[in-house]
């Protein structure tokens, strides 16, 4: 069980507009610190899509950007992309584990 | 260019030990904190451990926490992980990871990931 929490899987058609959440608590995101977001395609590493809940690194498209509120975080896609099937995790700090959680990871179809 | 990759993966028995290695190259080295994060079969991903700069602070998630032990050669440029009595549930992907971010540790994330090497656990 993840101390963050993400919805299993999220679907939209090319061009649409998605979302995948991340939920959390007093001791990760409402706690203040920072959420960062990875995308990793099938059979591949993680890589890094949003750091500091809303900046992108050099490199990912502005389809994809990050948001952060209280307890949650969300990540937003526009303009969906065949290439954005993928799986999508959350990343945060929690002080009661003393240690970095992901998200139990959110599985974006492209229909 | 900027890469990280795992070597030392492989198939043990339950109770067995294993090191893992991380060759990195493209960036100083000695100036970034590590991690290792593992991503079990079918499963999300998991923090395991981070070593600073130096090798000064170190920390283990619970789950293998007096079993494991992280460590570097700045001279080498390579990250280590020693897995003791090595579980089942140990099986995983293990990544490579490096650290960026603002202090302290607790806002860091990771920027650049290795390919992962496989360390299946079973008899």
């Known amino acids: 069980q993840s101390v963050l929490t993400q919805p299993p899987s999220v679907s939209g058609a090319p061009g649409q507009r998605v979302t995948i959440s991340c939920t959390g608590s007093?001791?990760?995101?409402?706690?203040?610190?920072?959420v960062h977001w990875y995308q990793q395609l099938p059979g591949t590493a993680p890589k890094l899509l949003i750091y500091?809940?809303?900046n992108r690194p050099s490199g990912v498209p502005d389809r994809f950007s990050g948001s952060k509120s209280d307890t949650s975080a969300s990540l937003a896609i526009t303009g969906l992309q065949a290439e954005d099937e993928a799986d999508y995790y959350c990343?945060?700090?929690?002080?009661?584990?003393?240690?970095?959680?992901f998200g139990g990871g959110t599985k974006m179809t492209v229909l | 260019e900027v890469q990280l990759v795992e070597s030392g993966g492989g198939l043990v028995q339950p109770g067995g030990s294993l090191r893992l290695s991380c060759a990195a190259s493209?960036?100083?080295?000695?100036?970034?904190?590590m991690n290792w994060v593992r991503q079990a079969p079918g499963r999300g991903l998991e923090w395991v451990s981070y070593?600073?700069?130096?090798?000064?602070?170190?920390y283990y998630a619970d789950s293998v926490k007096g079993r494991f032990t992280i460590s570097r050669d700045n001279a080498k440029n390579s990250l280590y992980l020693q897995m003791n009595s090595l579980r089942a549930e140990d099986t995983a992907v293990y990544y490579c990871?490096?650290?960026?971010?603002?202090?302290?540790?607790?806002?860091?994330?990771?920027?650049?990931w290795g390919k992962g090497t496989t360390v299946t656990v079973s008899s």
């Open positions: 007093s001791s990760n995101i409402g706690a203040g610190y920072d």
């Open positions: 990871a490096r650290a960026l971010g603002r202090d302290p540790h607790y806002y860091y994330y990771m920027d650049v």
């Open positions: 500091g809940n809303i």
């Open positions: 990343q945060s700090y929690d002080t009661s584990l003393s240690g970095w959680v």
């Open positions: 493209g960036f100083t080295f000695s100036t970034y904190i």
């Open positions: 070593i600073s700069y130096s090798g000064s602070r170190i």
